[in-house]
């Protein structure tokens, strides 16, 4: 008797959850070379930024070259390679776009790690690991729109970093895995771009921030030392019982701004943060931060470069460069 074949219906949400991934941006993020202590920290705090769709763990040691992962990138579907160098100039970084390039070579201007970040906060608090679960969202700010008069690098500085996060899909975004932000803004002053990461914290609308303490308490007070609520509530930090705080303090330590309140169309994470309720969004930097400056932009990847797309130092040849689906020419 013939044995009855199973038909894996399963496999096909497998290969659709597949097909998703292979679209996800993923990246290695290197350092090469002698770089020392801090831009190895450096390393690792971007590689941080990165996750979850970067290699965590990866190891670089001191015979590995930089076409090493470039070779072993197109097997492991890897989409940017970014890769951190110490020169006698400054540090830099490089920005590759796999497997055809281009090449975006930035010049690291200053840069804060996430350890200082944190120290200089008033309210510092480390992230935990469900925040690295998912991909953070990308803004671009103070960027010139396109126009006939914007230089034409700009516009492909937009669109790497764009490249290098999962697109946003609002109609599809679970509110609960917007957990950080990426705030790449362009200074046009200093003509320098600033990298920096925050994490979205939801909290109550309207409410001071004793009484704020009580709601997110959940009901585990450590009254022992008070005769009443209304000590713990009203009084000040540090004071003793006289210290009250005042209508004018109260009302100053009120969360939130009626521009940053938001009616959460989602639950979100927090105690209490239910779909409907009014919330206050506020951004904490977590760092890391960073100054870059555009030095060069090449066509290919490192070790097989092509013509020079734009120049710190001039323009050095016009062309066009076929980059994302669109032409763009360069001066």
């Known amino acids: 008797m013939a044995r009855k074949r199973k038909n894996r219906t399963h496999l096909k949400g497998t290969q659709a959850a597949a097909g998703a991934a292979n679209s996800v941006p993923k990246s290695f993020v290197i350092k090469h070379g002698q770089v020392g202590s801090s831009l190895t920290q450096l390393t690792r705090d971007v590689r941080k930024v990165m996750e979850p769709n970067t290699a965590s763990r990866l190891k670089e040691r001191a015979r590995n070259k930089l076409k090493d992962f470039l070779t072993m990138a197109p097997a492991l579907q890897v989409t940017h390679l970014l890769a951190f160098t110490l020169t006698d100039v400054a540090p830099s970084l490089r920005i590759v776009r796999l497997s055809n390039g281009p090449t975006l070579s930035f010049r690291i201007e200053r840069y804060s790690l996430v350890k200082d970040v944190l120290s200089a906060a008033r309210r510092a608090k480390n992230l935990g690991r469900v925040e690295y679960m998912s991909a953070p969202l990308l803004v671009l700010a103070s960027f010139p729109p396109p126009s006939p008069t914007t230089p034409p690098h700009l516009s492909l500085i937009m669109k790497t970093f764009q490249t290098l996060f999962p697109p946003l899909a609002p109609h ?57 609520v209304a000590d713990f509530v009203l009084r000040k930090r540090g004071e003793g019982t006289d210290g009250y705080e005042s209508a004018a303090s109260s009302a100053s330590s009120v969360g939130g701004d009626e521009g940053d309140a938001v009616d959460l169309a989602e639950d979100y994470v927090g105690r209490n943060n239910r779909k409907g ?21 090449t066509e290919g990847v490192p070790g097989k470069e092509g013509g020079v797309i734009y120049h710190e130092f001039g323009a050095l040849c016009v062309r066009l460069f076929r980059y994302g689906g669109l032409w763009i020419g360069y001066s």
């Open 172 to 228: 599809t975004l679970a509110l609960s895995s917007a957990r950080r932000i990426v705030l790449v803004a362009y200074n046009a002053e200093r003509g320098t771009v600033d990298w920096r990461h925050f994490r979205i914290t939801v909290k109550p609308y309207g409410v001071s921030r004793r009484v704020r303490r009580v709601l997110d308490a959940g009901g585990a007070l450590d009254l022992g030392n008070e005769k009443d």
């Open 277 to 297: 309720t009014k919330r206050a969004v506020r951004l904490d930097e977590i760092g890391p931060r960073m100054e870059l400056r555009l030095v060069k932009i």
